[in-house]
């Protein structure tokens, strides 16, 4: 079967349709709302234990229980190994910020 000039395969029409009503999504739809936290005294140890036990891969650090920054795995990992920073440090050492938030009725495709 021939294809006319400029029209998609069925299958890519499906896949290119989906893709369209997940960027027409809303972030509120797909976060996640029970991110760990911890505190910015808090030790690099303790989001190392907090990203062995949760599946998120992050750790959000706090004040008042406000964003000021965000632990990913590869931050322990880097300071830890590469840097050899001890585990007793403060959290906050390592930490990426600012963070960066978007609003919650936002489109999937903003993020």
Known sequence: MQIPSGA????????????????????????????????????????????????????IVVRNKKPLGIVIESDVVKNLISRKISPNEKVSKIMSSPVTSMDLNAKLEKA
Do not use: S, W
């Not at 709302?33 to 062995?52: F, M, Q, R, S």
């Open 8 to 59: 998609l395969p069925l299958k890519e029409n499906f896949l290119n349709n989906n893709l369209h009503i997940a960027l027409m999504a809303r972030i509120k739809k797909i976060m996640i709302t029970e991110v760990p936290t911890l505190k910015k005294d808090a030790k690099i140890l303790d989001a190392a234990k907090l990203l062995a036990e949760k599946p998120y891969g992050c750790v």
